[in-house]
């Protein structure tokens, strides 16, 4: 577009007047009526209640994945004096940990999820906030596999 047709259209729009943004059929403040007014908006409480439930169900899986990690490290015994079997208990460690933690991020996203289910009363912010808690409480751990060691 070359730089006269945009001008053209700023100096347009300008004439015109202000302009209304409606999203969802609602009117803009001061907006046109027509649409619907911000007490039409609905939310479904069992969608919220069965998406959390979703995400808290999700716990059992990861809990039968660490249950087979468990057993598949049973039986390592005594790792000094072998260097892969040290290896291999701290990646062990490292991997039980993390799977550790996304089974209680399911738990506790799904338990938030459901619970603004059933309330609906908390507001963006407040919701947003619980949200940002979690974020900070399950922020994601280092690299799996341990850290290297220096030779």
């Known amino acids: 577009?070359?730089?006269?047709?945009?001008?053209?259209?700023?100096?347009?729009?300008?004439?015109?007047?202000?302009?209304?943004?409606?999203?969802?059929?609602?009117?803009?403040?001061?907006?046109?009526?027509?649409?619907?007014?911000a007490g039409d908006l609905k939310s479904d409480r069992k969608t919220w209640v069965r998406v959390g439930e979703g995400v808290t169900d999700l716990k059992g899986g990861i809990g039968k994945a660490l249950a087979k990690l468990a057993d598949g490290q049973?039986?390592?015994?005594?790792?000094?004096?072998?260097?892969?079997?040290?290896?291999?208990?701290?990646?062990?460690?490292?991997?039980?940990?993390?799977?550790?933690?996304?089974?209680?991020?399911?738990?506790?996203?799904?338990?938030?999820?459901?619970?603004?289910?059933?309330?609906?009363?908390?507001?963006?912010e407040e919701a947003l906030a619980d949200l940002k808690k979690l974020q900070v409480r399950y922020e994601d751990t280092e690299p799996v596999g341990g850290q290297p060691k220096e030779k």
């Open 74 to 124: 049973a039986g390592l015994g005594d790792t000094t004096g072998s260097v892969s079997a040290a290896a291999q208990k701290e990646l062990y460690d490292s991997w039980k940990k993390y799977v550790s933690d996304v089974r209680g991020r399911c738990e506790a996203l799904g338990g938030l999820l459901q619970k603004t289910g059933h309330d609906l009363s908390k507001s963006d």
């Open 1 to 37: 577009m070359a730089w006269d047709e945009w001008e053209q259209i700023k100096a347009d729009a300008a004439a015109n007047g202000p302009t209304t943004m409606q999203l969802n059929q609602a009117p803009s403040e001061g907006g046109p009526p027509g649409g619907g007014t």
